[in-house]
């Protein structure tokens, strides 16, 4: 008996269809989040996957990142010290990154990785209401302890999920909440907020005890055409509800070391150094977190960055000219995509990029806030990038 | 005019009088614990330090995870990997060591080292009442939440600083803890329970809410002549109120990567994860777990640890010899010594030793709860170990 195919159904083989089984399981085990590629090849040794397109980082910077450790740490035989000691405590490595910050290192707090950060910052300043907007990072909301009231601000489908700063203002008004968390540019759908925007949202809201700002992945967003950095960390000394949270992950592309910091009053960071927090760098971090401030990388390290934006730019262009596909505005290293061909799920879409190409991009089913099937796709090498757009358009082309 | 030397006085010339001041500095300003080995360069590079005996750490572990290390990630160049991409979840790690550790994975914990357990299991489970030993490893007290009463059972100078086990009883049933701190062997003197003692002390504390029983020296302990190795990560299924937490800084010489672990009851852990602990483990610390639980490693890691325990009995009985001195009695990769010229300190006697030979100790002038001037010196290679005693005979015949 021949099956008559649904509208929007993907066809997967038998070999296929059990890849799937298992990739959901995988998928269910690791919560709101993505299985990582090492879980991928624990517990999935048959699957090739030739492009992560679901991790968010610029892959030049980690050749750059490489590149310096091969000949100042592997060549050397310097990496003997740095797995066998003890890193410095987190003010030390502070220190280090405070001229290049222009901030005093007493508000400055080293994580490991942002999301050490998050845990940190929501365990110890939320006091009884969180406004959180959506869709957003899961880890803002499942990381608020028991009895703290997370509010909800759904950003409109459509305004593409734009946050609009007048609303905002208003929402926070009406709901009075004593943390806000503001990521920019947003995660999952890269929507950017200028600087001066920000600058004098932050002047209206500083009724608000605590304000959450998280700059992971702002070396990805642009104002001129010369794609100057923006920087962000000297607004604490003027804001000391500011809380600046930075992942070193995406742009340096080393999620793997584990780097991130925040900027904050100096009377936050007393309070969590006071009883923990002690040597939560590691050698590799402690390594990069000096590398990061001399000048001969932070050059080399800017070169890479522009490039990618560049090549980011153009992968957008692209993706925008297939059809059966909406491209959500952004100034991230990533895209939020909706699938707009009926019947279609982003879990399967996402599987069959996985399976029939070996291409791992982020389903957005997990994500609340958002309408629709969605999924989030970063940019990689510029040859990455070709062969995902290819890839899409062959598996678009069958409806 | 000739100054009379003082009684126990090092003397020191101007240049190390100034090396003295700025070590003092630095010792300040890590709190009650020691200034790494990179904090020196950075701050006192002047200083050349030849063995670092204040680390406590196996050396011939660390070449033997850097062969392992050289031949599977740098050689193979998946050191790549091991940097860029998000390490695996904390359960996902937790599942490696399962059959390894012989507990469920759901009783495992993954940590940022074991000090980054000590902050959580603190935070997280002491009630009102915390009861520590002292000497003692002071995070235990320091990570104390305000608002909590912190007991302090000092161990007796006249029992050479050992815990009576009957006497601990007695004091817990006085005082009532909610929680209390094993740390076996303990630190910084090595004082060491026997496996059958400790588990009957566990059985007379069942009343006791949590019990956190640090065992991050245990590979060093042994109790036969073939130093067979003991676990007692399956105590957990028995005792519910018990937290073991074990760093393998120590044992495995790689306190640079962070990895540490506890074992304890499914529904602590499910606390812990329920809003954090997501990505707390990095490249090189998912790699460490993944090798640690492989036979081969495994075994040739045993022979290292073998030696190595021999070693350092051989330099605590060379250290016994030196007059002017007091070892104490203990079973960890350190011994802690008492000063018995009089007028002599411990934080001179420390930096003599740093400064006249590139030695660095740890001085325990900051232990609160010992009586005397003590300094706490690890055992390091047997030619390390054979200098560190010449270096002391030699600093000593002056007195």
Known sequence: MVMEKQQGQIDFTAEEQALKEKFLNLKKASGSHSPSIFTFKQKLPEL????????????????????????????????????????????????????????????????????????????????????????????????????????????????????????????????????????????????????????????????????????SFIHFAYENDKFDQINSADWVSKFPNLVI?????????????????????????????????????????????????????????????????????DFIEKLKEIPGIKVYPGKANFVMIELLVPGLTSFDFVTALLVKHGIYVRTCNDKIGLEGEFIRMASRTAEENDFMVKSMKELLSDF
């Open 245 to 313: 949270i930075k992942s070193m992950s995406k742009d340096f592309g080393i999620a793997g070391i584990r780097a991130g910091y925040a900027v904050m009053a100096k009377s936050r960071i007393d309070l969590m150094l006071q009883n923990g927090f002690l040597w939560n760098s590691n050698g590799l971090s402690e390594y990069f977190f000096r590398l990061y401030t001399r000048e001969d990388f932070a050059n080399d390290y800017d070169k890479v960055r522009v490039r990618y934006i560049k090549e980011t730019i």
């Open 48 to 215: 090739d996957i030739n492009v992560d397109a679901c991790f968010l980082s610029n892959p030049y910077a980690t050749d750059l990142f490489l590149k310096y450790f091969t000949e100042e740490i592997i060549s050397t035989g310097k990496i003997r010290e740095l797995l066998e000691f003890y890193p410095s405590q987190n003010q030390v490595i502070a220190e280090i990154l405070a001229d290049f910050l222009k901030v005093d290192a007493s508000q400055i707090f080293i994580g490991n990785g942002a999301i050490e950060i998050i845990q940190a910052v929501i365990h110890n300043f939320v006091e009884n209401k969180i406004l959180i907007n959506i869709p957003t990072f899961s880890s803002y909301y499942e990381f608020v302890k028991p009895g703290i009231e997370v509010v909800y601000n759904n950003l409109k489908k459509a305004n593409e999920y734009r946050l609009n700063v007048d609303d905002y203002v208003k929402v926070c008004e009406a709901n009075k909440p004593d943390t806000i968390v503001l990521i920019n540019p947003n995660n999952p759908d890269g929507g950017y907020i200028e600087h001066d925007a920000m600058h004098s949202l932050l002047e209206k809201l500083s009724w608000v005890k605590t304000i959450i700002l998280d700059e």
